[in-house]
């Protein structure tokens, strides 16, 4: 079988129907997304937190929001975006200083998926917390659908914001 193929104007249009669905457009195609648990709530409150208050004037904090691709939507989990006016417009990748996916449910999809399509989109930083691992992956330097740098930190300092250090521990449940 072959995907029903969609656009994000589409996408958009489909949102009256689909009210309660938790859904994102990735590469025209729409995934249903999991839940929201305990720990994935609790860590994604905590890094909106700290960096809305560390970076209140320097950046603009959105949780769960959408980022405008070509021909997907993605909602990362926390983004750190230059400061612009986004009240007429969905950010898009040009604007993303730190982009960061929390995973538990969805790794697999998210390192698959999500990353690869980051990379290709110039997304010049992102966060892979893996809950289940307890591990943060930090990806940097995209060439093509990869990223030429990933580690492990037990401190996450973000390239934008150099003076930041966030000890793992403290955004893990």
């Known amino acids: 079988m072959t995907p029903h193929r969609i656009t994000p104007e589409e996408y958009h249009q489909m949102g009256s129907i689909f009210l309660e669905a938790r859904m994102e457009l990735i590469e025209g195609e729409l995934f249903d997304m999991a839940p929201i648990g305990t720990a994935h709530f609790w860590t994604v409150a905590q890094l909106t937190n700290l960096f809305a208050v560390q970076l209140r004037d320097k950046a603009f904090v959105v949780c769960q929001g959408p980022l405008s691709l070509p021909d997907s939507e993605p909602e990362p989990d926390v983004m750190v975006l230059k400061m612009a006016n986004y009240r007429h417009r969905l950010p898009e990748p040009a604007d993303v200083l730190l982009l960061i996916e929390v995973a538990d449910s969805s790794v ?48 996450l300092s973000p390239l934008a914001f150099p003076e930041l250090a966030i000890p793992l521990e403290d955004i893990l449940p």
């Open 108 to 155: 697999n999809h998210d390192r698959t998926r999500k990353l690869p399509l980051y990379a290709q989109q110039g997304v010049p930083e992102v966060w892979l917390i893996d809950l289940n691992a307890r591990v943060a992956e930090v990806h940097r330097q995209p060439e093509g659908n990869l990223y030429q740098q990933v580690t492990t930190p037990n401190v």
